[in-house]
């Protein structure tokens, strides 16, 4: 099945072989022609895209504060791998943030939320 085919197949094909309904999309935006492409799957996964960033963002953060709690309060229990995913997580934030700055402000939205679950 190649890529120029009748659009009323594109949202059926979205369910049959998702890479080709990809290629296809990309291929239909591309060309500009807007009218063929499947809009309804494309936002969906436009939204799901968004999701998990966020739900990435935010196992980040907990695995961070949970590590930092650990580390400042059992420091009898102290290892190097605790610094190790500190030092990781850290950087996954840092580097999500370069990437979408406007998560800055998600951040600071689920701060307590991600903090009361790094206490557990």
């Known amino acids: 099945m190649g890529l120029n085919h ?10 049959q072989d998702f890479n080709l309904w990809l290629e296809r999309t990309i291929f239909l935006l591309k060309e500009g022609k807007v009218l063929e492409v ?17 739900n990435a963002l935010k196992s980040n953060l907990r695995i961070l504060l949970m590590h930092l709690l650990k580390y400042q309060f059992q420091s009898a229990k102290q290892t190097n791998s605790w610094l190790y995913t500190i030092s990781e997580h850290r950087q996954r934030i840092t580097d999500a943030l370069e990437t979408s700055p406007s ?5 600071g939205e689920v701060l307590e939320n991600c903090y009361q679950g790094g206490k557990r």
């Open 6 to 15: 009748l659009p009323s197949q594109s949202h059926a094909l979205y369910h």
């Open 38 to 54: 499947d809009y309804t799957n494309l936002i969906a996964e436009l939204e799901s895209m968004g999701r998990s960033e966020k």
């Open 103 to 107: 998560l800055k402000n998600f951040l």
